[in-house]
């Protein structure tokens, strides 16, 4: 039975990208060993990670003041790193509280100096993002903090605010899936587990100036500089997440790049919205229209027993990863790039049966 | 043409494991997607968490109160981790000192507290491995820390010192070479990249004690316990990295375990330290007799031009990763678990042949 994967993360990643990463798994290349097995510091690792680099750069439009650096740790490292390189002493790090990753963050800021929430729709239950432009971030903060997709309340920035200091967004569950202005941002990180790759690392894209902040006493490993001045080989980078990254970049780009991909996701998560919207009830997305997630469409049913069961009839049918995220319950479909409108069409037809028969 | 892998890390991992891993890479126990596109809290994952684990605790003898952790960011992460998490205030972190890796791990620690050197080679270009018997840490210091086989000056302990503090050993490039009695340290880690897996994570083998020390200003990535209470899977592990030293070490276990792997291992070094012994002065191990390392085993020319053309003629004939690290020149093979004694065969003919031809 061919299965759909509607996983939070680590996620489905393309058709095409797993097969290729198969078929040269044990030769890459021709070099009669696999990708993994290589030295980071030789020539064919090299031009593995040069192509991610400049996948990176072209597909996101990365202005030439920016460094693309892979850090492993996912984006709970940079929960840390975060705070740790870019906090300025007696300056504030800002925050907006959009969810429980947004809270991890602001937890772990608090190590390193003063934190302010200056936007939270936690009073809500998180079900919305705060209107953007009523965000004021102080000119001189150390940094301001955004989470631009909440995958477990399913929310998501449509604009981005107006900030004099370096904006900082975890963009783990929504980097390449529409296209962005890198250039309104300090920082950018984003866990690989989602659009771009397997779990193991995070992307970071790093204004240059931002990544010489670094205290005196910030561990090498810990520094943002380490991995901007050594091109991520200061030590042994995760080179099979690496080269998966390059795989998937070049998917996007041969997709047509962000304004196709954009228009794909809006598509699929438009026929899942109509088709919550459409149940006459049976289905709820608690979230407010304007802040309504494309990567993650979460709902619930008229009672839990009946939302344990669509999780169990969903797996019958193919579907994998629709059972909404342990803390809040309820089903959430995750349809990252990789998701097909195929994949979506399907569980559509299954939500309407599903209704009927209940 | 076949070819041989003598990479010092990432480094060849068993033929019988990369092949496996490929032909269900893009299908995980018939699960219709690859084990990188599961979920980390999937029961299917689980499994494979659980195998890694029980494998590392069978294979190793860890007994009952250690916990098995996977930690992203490779041994340069525990280089911060360790004293960030098991200094103690008012005692000493103790070194000793035989390489790079160490003195690398020794000037992360000077960041957290008091540091002393207690052991070390370094006025002898670190060409052995001073008397473990010799070595004497403070019954109170807050750890005393080994690196127990170092890849660049191709020199390994023979035998463990004694320590009542608690002795943290460094065993990237030689965990599983060798029987280990893990009950004599605090801490054991290894990046993967050597002998375990992929790069990309480290195995960290904990005393149950030593998790808890904890000091309230360090991350929660950070710390030791936020691993061991929450099964690596407090945040999203690297999963694909967890499940490659599964298969690794059940390849470790299919071949007898420990003893059967050192018997191979302490052959091929040998092969590999009689060719270069009987080589009449043309090749020269500069590592004193007791310290030879297993795992890597470097060697010099009579001139740096023949040097390069060892490692050019070498890689024509098939053999991959023969260069000595670039801080101090000259060639190394690493001859890690995976590597063959065809391999090392293969390369003694080389070695005899191009001795005659130069």
Request: glycine share 6%; proline share 5%.
């Amino acid at each position: 039975m061919k299965v759909y994967n509607f996983n939070a993360g680590p996620a489905m990643l393309p058709a095409a990208v797993m097969e290729r990463a198969q078929k040269e798994f044990c030769n890459y290349a021709d070099s009669g060993c696999g990708i993994m097995e290589h030295s980071h510091r030789h020539k064919i690792f090299e031009a593995v990670l040069n192509r991610a680099n400049e996948n990176i750069r072209e597909i996101m439009n990365v202005p030439e003041n920016y460094d693309i650096v892979y850090i492993q740790g996912g984006a709970s490292m940079q929960f840390a790193m975060v705070p740790m390189n870019l906090a300025l002493p007696g300056k504030p790090m800002e925050f907006a509280d959009t969810g429980t990753w947004s809270s991890k963050a602001i937890k772990e800021a608090k190590l390193f100096g003063e934190v302010k929430v200056i936007a939270s729709s936690k009073e809500d239950k998180y079900t919305y993002i705060p209107d953007p432009a009523s965000m004021h971030p102080s000119d001189d903060a150390s940094f301001f903090h955004i989470t631009s997709n909440n995958t477990i309340f399913g929310t998501q920035y449509q604009s981005f605010p107006e900030c004099k200091c370096p904006m900082v967004a975890d963009m783990s569950s929504d980097i390449m899936s529409r296209p962005v202005d890198v250039s309104k941002f300090g920082l950018i990180y984003a866990g690989a587990q989602k659009n771009l790759g397997p779990a193991g690392l995070a992307v970071v894209i790093i204004r240059k100036d931002l990544a010489e902040r670094n205290p005196a006493n910030v561990p090498t490993i810990l520094r943002y500089s380490t991995y901007t001045q050594n091109n991520s080989l200061y030590n042994t980078p995760p080179t099979f997440g690496i080269y998966m990254v390059s795989l998937v970049t070049d998917w996007v780009k041969d997709q047509g790049g962000l304004t196709v991909i954009e228009a794909n996701n809006s598509k699929k998560a438009e026929m899942l919205y109509a088709a919550i919207d459409a149940s006459e009830g049976f289905y709820r997305n608690p979230v407010k229209a304007d802040s309504r997630s494309k990567m993650n469409v979460i709902w619930r049913l008229p009672t839990e027993e009946l939302e344990a069961e669509f999780v169990k009839e969903s797996v019958a049918a193919g579907m994998l990863g629709l059972k909404g995220h342990r803390s809040v319950g309820g089903i959430r479909a995750s349809i990252y790039n990789a998701v097909t409108l195929e994949g979506v069409e399907k569980l559509v037809d299954f939500m309407e049966k599903f209704r009927k028969n209940h």
